[in-house]
């Protein structure tokens, strides 16, 4: 075959352009696809026959490239042709001042296959993308535990990654359904017919989409999605219907944490009592959860009076943040004032009474405790002076205000918590107590914190007691659980006492004298 028969036999366009851009010759490939009749040969230049934004990126763009660099290698550019657009891969070589040689291959399959494969890219990133979805709703639903974060974290994903500019969430009650949550414009109302039958996300015609709740006995809510930032797709729906089956898993968990948080609140309530109010002693509690959904946990006070006439208060924390750790809890609290009470013997003792009670009984767990008795002898009370008795089971130290002086932390050498060893011998440690002085028992929950050491959290309340020594007992309580409301990691329970100077009437700001009736020493 000679070469002008190979040259129109080769199955590319082939062509050659002069300097100037003039096609000087093109083979028989070319002139099908483009219709370029042969006296048009000399005549045509190469912009011609392409289309007109080929032309535009030939001229502006690939023509200085090619002067530039000397070559260009399979760039996607449209041929004009009798049928329409062809879409080839043009490859191009020059040399400076010298002719331009263009091979030009059909790229019809090519591109076909690009289109299918940046399909197949997009379908795969839209379930990607609804997989994160669901990874973000799941991974936020396992965080909560209330029907207000559940509600949350559908709102949050809903005006989030699934597009709607409002959502709200409905929550089921025995008298129907009840706006419960929304995040942005005015709720949409669910229909009857989606909450009737609970199966699955419902997109209606106006855009809005309606996604039940499902319980695992019945339905617990309704998602409603408004104004989407564009149509929901139907693949879309299966996964507003996944998310929605979680939630609802999510719902049930939070009612039955409500119902066991129910029974823990009681519970603890039962044990957090008012604390008793001896003649010229003024006591205050309190008691703050770390979270709002912490509603119960290990920590608690107690102050009772003993019928030998003494005063106790126990501050004490078990792990835990549960119904279980309120039951334990209660345990040990029972434990400790029956053991205070019939014993009458002193704080060590009972410490190491309560160690031997819990190992005996079988008591599951270990609990920080300080126990303080508060005492008075007849040449005390001749003096005007108590004497504080107390032993210390790991728990933070109290804290002795005197009524002139600088606050203290009473740092005894550490002794091991309630439940370790029931053998263990514990000590006592005495101060004597003068009128206007303040003892302050707490738990850790007030000077922890996450990102500092104890003893920062130390100092700090040394200070602040230190600076507001002189408030009232009750406002001096108050002030300290403003101080760490906004930041708490632990729940926070305080016993403080105050002796009044028995030379004078109780004072009225210390409130009335209250104690059991009957009791022995009134």
């Known amino acids: 075959m000679s070469t002008p028969d190979r040259w129109d036999a080769a199955p590319c366009g082939l062509l050659v352009l002069d300097p100037d851009g003039t096609v000087a010759a093109a083979n028989d490939q070319l002139t099908t696809w483009t219709g370029l009749a042969g006296d048009a040969v000399g005549r045509t230049r190469f912009g011609d026959l392409l289309s007109v934004g080929g032309r535009i990126y030939w001229e502006t763009h690939l023509a200085p ?118 995040r942005g414009d005015h709720p949409t109302l669910p229909t009857p017919d989606v909450v009737g039958t609970g199966e699955g996300a419902v997109s209606a015609a106006d855009g809005t989409v309606q996604v039940p709740l499902p319980g695992a006995e019945d339905l617990r809510g309704v998602l409603t999605l408004a104004h989407l930032a564009a149509p929901t797709p139907e693949l879309d729906l299966p996964v507003l219907t996944a998310v929605a089956q979680q ?27 008012a604390p008793v109010q001896p003649d010229h002693l003024e006591l205050a509690t309190r008691y703050l959860p770390a979270a709002e959904d912490a509603v119960v946990g290990g920590d608690w006070y107690d102050a009772f009076l003993c019928q030998d006439g003494t005063t106790w208060l126990v501050v004490g924390d078990v792990a835990g943040h549960d119904i279980g750790a309120a039951a334990v809890m209660g345990q040990i609290r029972n434990l400790l004032r029956g053991i205070a009470y019939t014993q009458q013997q002193s704080p060590a003792r009972v410490l190491t009474a309560v160690d031997q009670a819990m190992a005996g009984l079988g008591v599951p767990s270990l609990a920080t405790v300080v126990a303080l008795r508060v005492e008075q002898t007849p040449d005390d009370r001749a003096a005007g002076v108590r004497r504080v008795r107390w032993s210390n089971a790991g728990h933070p130290a109290p804290v002795h205000i005197p009524r002139h002086g600088t606050p203290a932390s009473l740092t005894t050498p550490p002794e091991l918590l309630l439940g370790a060893f029931p053998d263990v011998e514990r000590t006592d440690h005495e101060l004597d107590l003068h009128p206007g002085d303040t003892m ?67 004072p009225a700001e210390a409130g009335p004298v209250r104690l059991p009736e009957d009791h022995p020493a009134t």
């Open 247 to 273: 939630a609802g898993i999510a719902l049930d968990r939070a009612r039955l944490h409500e119902q066991s948080a129910g029974v823990a609140r009681v519970l603890q309530r039962s044990m957090l009592t």
């Open 65 to 182: 490239r090619l002067q530039l660099e000397g070559r260009l290698d399979e760039v996607t550019v449209e041929l004009r042709g009798p049928q329409g657009r062809v879409p080839v891969l043009l490859t191009a070589v020059t040399d400076p001042g010298g002719p331009v040689r263009i091979a030009l291959h059909g790229a019809a399959e090519r591109m076909r296959f690009e289109r299918e494969l940046r399909s197949a890219r997009q379908a795969a990133q839209q379930w990607a993308d609804r997989v994160a979805v669901l990874q973000t709703v799941t991974a936020g639903l396992s965080r909560v535990s209330t029907a207000d974060g559940v509600a949350q974290v559908l709102l949050a994903a809903a005006t989030g990654p699934l597009g709607a500019t409002s959502a709200a969430v409905w929550t089921a009650t025995a008298d129907g359904l009840r706006l419960h949550s929304v």
């Open 440 to 506: 302050l028992l707490y738990t850790d929950g007030l000077t922890e914190r996450r990102h500092s050491d104890l003893d920062t959290g130390t100092r700090w309340l040394l200070d602040t007691l230190g600076r507001h020594s002189a408030e009232r007992l009750e406002d001096l309580c108050d002030h300290l659980l403003r101080t760490v409301a906004d930041h708490l990691d632990d729940d926070v329970a305080l016993l403080a006492l105050r002796a009044h100077t028995e030379d004078a009437p109780r």
